[in-house]
């Protein structure tokens, strides 16, 4: 990791990183009664302990360009769900990182945001590959489309202030 990291910062030079979206995720689904404790330790390893290790590799380089930080969530961190135990979990527990991470570093002019993704179509099993099932409607299939060309603005919840929204744009130096 820190080779990897090092090669990136040399490659952004003296600019530093402005953003890191920190993605790490897998999904591990079942009834916790016989989910094998292997299968829930795999997916914290690479849930938390590898979004950690992305985080702390690239904090030189983010607190160069005092970048942001956005960290990927999923609503099922505050509402867990049956058969979803180690993804929410896991993504709660990198909510609480998140939190302590914003208040270390915001000496040092780094933010750090979570967004909570909701439910969107993946291409899992029985979807046709362009975002909607089969038989999805026209207006699904124009909506995966228009999300897979890009967004620009995403609102998240910051956790900075209770209830506060936070428009996150593209662009070096975007703040707001």
């Known amino acids: 990791m820190r080779a990897w990291a090092a090669s990136v910062s040399d490659a952004l030079g003296a600019t530093g990183l402005d953003l890191l979206v920190n993605n790490a995720g897998i999904l591990t689904p079942g009834p916790l009664e016989i989910l094998p404790l292997d299968a829930v330790r795999h997916e914290f390893e690479v849930n938390v302990f590898g979004a950690l290790s992305v985080m702390n590799a690239l904090l030189p380089a983010l607190r160069v360009a005092r970048g942001r930080i956005v960290q990927i969530s999923t609503w099922t961190a505050s509402l867990p769900l049956p058969f979803n135990g180690p993804s929410g979990a896991s993504k709660a527990a990198m909510e ?19 967004l909570a993704a909701g439910n969107m179509r993946t291409g899992g099993p029985g979807e046709d ?26 609102r998240c919840e910051t956790q900075q202030h209770a209830g506060e929204r936070a428009r996150l744009r593209r662009g070096r130096g975007a703040r707001d």
Do not use: M, P, Q, W
């Not at 609480?96 to 979570?114: M, T």
């Not at 089969?134 to 999300?147: E, K, M, P, T, V």
């Open 129 to 154: 590959g362009n975002g909607a099932g089969a038989h999805g409607r026209a207006d699904d299939r124009a909506r995966a489309r228009s999300l897979r060309t890009g967004v620009r603005h995403v």
């Open 96 to 114: 609480v990182f998140a939190a302590v991470y914003r208040a270390e570093l915001k000496a040092f002019g780094i933010d750090v945001v979570v």
